[in-house]
């Protein structure tokens, strides 16, 4: 195994948050290491999010004795040997350095406690095989045993061994996240294991939650178009659902528009592959397992928001954009935008008209002398109708126009 010894990896291990209460707190506890993205964002120079360690023994009782150390708690996952520590704002996770077998194919992993030689390579690619020692002696030490680091350096993803997309198909998926997150490119080799995986069928043998936690990651990326398109030219999309929409322009532009009108990036991408066929996509969205409202605001966008640009492109009257918008979540608006419709209708909509209200009430009308009924109501909505248009102003001319309408429909 490579072994590394880096004063400037110790340095950056140092400066991440909540380390100086974290590195103290692990004296006398087995070895431990600082593993996966977070090793690998350190050597890149990119701000890491996650602090996953791995220990060298047992990992849950590790967990424990840290936690009471920093006055925290530790949530346990006994199967996997696995816990999450918290206390106060730290949060770290914490695992039985293991090997890992799969009953069948997407199945999930049976573990064995073993050696950090085999906890890496049992992981999906080089860059995310590192580790760094956080324990004294060597810490800063960087661990390095597939050659991780050199691929860091020539820009490359590689997998660890030649079923690694068959034993975990959503690696597919994970692979495309990191080239396009890191700008870089598949091994060759890799490419190739990623086709033969899609060819047999594997996505096919994962349940649609798995599906949906590596497809949301990858299109929450900046990146997401990127990794659409490779989606697209490696024929992941295909076997995911043959009719999905892989276009990594209209995601690029989905995901733009997105910010405009405050939507989730992630869904509006998600409706941009499924606008296509909403119908017929439906049940792979419901599969996903997404929230209720989540999976009804991408089916939503993408069953509304093609009709849209055609509807609001010949100068429709400020009540009848109100009309199409109001009900329309911001996912449908920026899928809408994404597939043509104009912006200056939608901007004025979003900027005046969505949240445009008479300033007078069904009760103002009944307080002026009108019996309950349902005329009122009517005349309530041309009233705005009216006032969205330009045509009434004010209160005073709400009211008045309000009660010729409604005594003209009693």
Known sequence: MTSSPTTDLADRVAALPAMDRLLPALAGLPPTYLVGGAVRDLIVGQDSVDLDLTVEGDGVAAARELAQRLGGEASEHERFGTATVRAGDLIVDLATARRESYAHPGALPDVEAASLEEDLARRDFTVNAMAIALSEPGRGELRDPLGGFADLAVARIRVLHDRSFIDDPTRLLRALRYEARLGFGLEQDTERLVREAVAAGALSTVSGPRVRDELMDLLGEPAAPVAVGRMRDLGVAAALHPQLRADPELVASALLNAGETG??????ALAALVSTDPVSLGPFVSDLGLTAQARDAVLR???AAPSLPAALRDGPRPSEVHALLAAESPETLALALALGAPAGVIQRFTASLRDM??????????????????????ALEETLRRKLDGEVAGREEELRTAL????GLS
């Open 404 to 407: 010729e309408l409604a005594q």
């Open 263 to 268: 939507a989730d990036g992630a869904l509006t």
């Open 301 to 303: 966008a993408a069953s």
């Open 357 to 378: 209200r008479l300033e007078i009430g069904g009760q103002d009308l009944v307080d002026a002398g009108l019996p309950p009924s349902e005329a009122i109501g009517r």
